[in-house]
């Protein structure tokens, strides 16, 4: 993360500045790439203003907040930016869900055992409910995100990486199980 820190008609201080950056750094767990930060502090009579632009893979974001006190004025401003990445990522869940409602399954059909069958081969295991997938080309880490926004526990997918198609799972102690075929 890159930050640059500049005052008008203030002298911006180490305190101020480990303040700033620490409150970015909560940003910077949302974000793979680089990230850009300038932020802007002046000082007109008893007003200390803050102003704090965001850069990160494409996206611009903007706080800016006003008061008496300048680690008040901070806090708020970095609030802002993080009301303002929330917001754009549930946006981003809710364009994925859209889309998966909205999409003509490829014909891969998921057939899910009744447990109790299964379990203790009382009778005939039979089918219970069938589930349809879109199969479409995604990484592993994209998989697990689709499986954690759409509540999932398996996903199936082409991986991108080898073109195969690949059955994420996952396991109750919360980690994934990736099936890839070897062939």
């Given at each position: 993360?890159?930050?640059?820190?500049?005052?008008?008609?203030?002298?911006?201080?180490?305190?101020?500045?480990?303040?700033?950056?620490?409150?970015?750094?909560?940003?910077?767990?949302f974000f793979d790439g680089s990230i850009q930060?300038?932020?802007?502090?002046?000082?007109?009579k008893r007003l200390q203003s803050v102003e704090v632009d965001l850069?990160?893979?494409?996206?611009?974001?903007?706080?800016?907040?006003?008061?008496?006190d300048l680690y008040?004025?901070?806090?708020v401003a970095i609030s802002r930016i993080q009301t303002q990445l929330l917001r754009h990522k549930e946006k981003i869940r809710s364009r994925r869900r859209k889309v998966a409602e909205n999409t003509i399954p490829l014909g891969i059909k998921?057939?899910?055992?009744?447990?109790?069958?299964?379990?203790?081969g009382t009778e005939e295991p039979h089918i219970v409910r069938t589930r349809n997938y879109e199969v479409k080309p995604m990484s592993v880490d994209e998989a697990a995100m689709q499986m954690d926004l759409l509540h999932q526990d398996v996903?199936?997918?082409?991986?991108?990486?080898?073109?195969?198609?690949?059955?994420?799972?996952?396991?109750?102690?919360?980690n994934y199980d990736l099936v890839a075929p070897v062939i």
């Open positions: 993360m890159q930050i640059t820190v500049t005052g008008k008609q203030i002298e911006v201080t180490r305190a101020i500045e480990n303040h700033i950056r620490e409150g970015l750094e909560k940003i910077n767990k930060a300038n932020a802007v502090l002046t000082v007109e850069n990160a893979e494409g996206l611009h974001l903007h706080g800016a907040s006003s008061s008496e008040k004025s901070i806090d998921v057939d899910i055992l009744r447990g109790e069958d299964v379990d203790y996903m199936v997918f082409i991986n991108d990486a080898s073109n195969k198609l690949n059955v994420l799972c996952r396991r109750r102690d919360g």
